[in-house]
């Protein structure tokens, strides 16, 4: 059974940081891409961050380049996204999401999904 499991939101005041993680189990996770996604109120989920298999092939959305980083360590399963600098338009649930092709680097198509985490932040 595979599982994701986010963790590492709370309340942050603008301009400041957070890192939320991401561990998984029940999957081979170097054999995954992984993906941030976040979704805030009354509006649709929204691609973050994609990272490739061997921590390579990132990619980004507009809103949050320059300000967040992903990254994974596979002997961890885990994947990370650094957040700073953030924003009141970055408070949303984050989620993580695996797929074990290639894909679009900004597609939705993800086989697996975590619960969310939520991150606020106060101005």
């Known amino acids: 059974q595979v599982q994701l499991v986010e963790s590492g939101g709370g309340v942050v005041q603008a301009g400041g940081s957070r890192r939320l993680s991401c561990t998984a189990s029940g999957l081979t996770f170097s054999n995954y891409v992984m993906g941030w996604f976040r979704q805030a109120p009354g509006k649709e989920r929204e691609f973050v961050a994609r990272?490739?298999?061997?921590?390579?092939?990132?990619y980004y959305a507009d809103s949050v380049k320059g300000r967040f980083t992903i990254s994974r360590v596979n002997v961890k399963n885990t994947v990370y996204l650094q957040m700073n600098s953030l924003k009141s338009e970055d408070t949303a649930v984050y989620f993580c999401?695996?797929?074990?092709?290639?894909?679009?680097?900004?597609?939705?198509?993800?086989?697996?999904w975590g619960q969310g985490t939520q991150v606020t932040v106060s101005s």
């Open positions: 999401a695996a797929r074990n092709r290639v894909g679009g680097p900004y597609d939705y198509d993800y086989d697996y």
């Open positions: 990272i490739g298999w061997s921590g390579y092939s990132i």
